[in-house]
């Protein structure tokens, strides 16, 4: 298929007929947030933490095809404080004690949070009533931390073929729901399942396996989120044919 360009902050990047702006931005070694979105599960564009402007209008990046002679505004100060209030949003709506989660330093909220520079809360925490289900024997399902991206949701139903997870009521009042009455414990949930492994935060966590690596020492200890896109090969290669 042929290749077209267009431009993110400027820069010269290529993209193919059925990208998204973030597919084709990912490959040119370009990080645009996100967080409901993942490549395992596709996006789901509810998060809206990749919000871009394309042609001075604000679009999804993880949902919006890229397309021939774009204008893409990514790496900005207004695009960083929408970016800012978005995630304080997610943040305050939750329960969210890192000092005491067992995910910190592989939490892509956390991480988040430090990668934009959010140091204070700008909205009142709500500090919801949420509950824990624990009755699984080898997945704890932490409702306080959950961002209801959705990823669990995709990858129960399109990898694990299980259709463990789903959405209950609306608004302020929406969670993550089991597809079994009396709790995880009726499910048919693996602790090696995809909708385990592509939870961002500390909801659906494996049993038995607490801090096999050491605080301080896990991934986002030492790098910042989207380093993985940033460095990665092609990016390289795109810098030296520049
Ligand atoms: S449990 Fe994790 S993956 Fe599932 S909706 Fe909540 S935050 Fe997202
Ligand atoms: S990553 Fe695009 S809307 Fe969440």
Partial sequence: MEEFTFSIDGKKVSGRPGQTIMEAADEAGIYIPRLCSHKKTG???SCRICMVIVNGRPQAACIQPAAKGI???NNTEFLLEIRRALFDMLFIEGNHYCMFCEKSGECELQALGYRLGVLASQFPFIYPK???DASHRNVFIEHNRCILCARCVHASKDIDKKEVFGFVNRGRHKKLAV???D????TNLDRHDMAVRVCPVGTLMPKHAGYRVPIGRRVYDKLVIGHEIES???AEKQGENE
């Fill in 43 to 45: 996006p789901h564009g």
């Fill in 232 to 234: 990665s090969a092609k």
């Fill in 130 to 132: 949420r509950d824990v």
């Fill in 71 to 73: 204008n893409v505004e």
């Fill in 183 to 186: 709790g995880a414990a009726g």
């Fill in 179 to 181: 597809n079994k009455r």
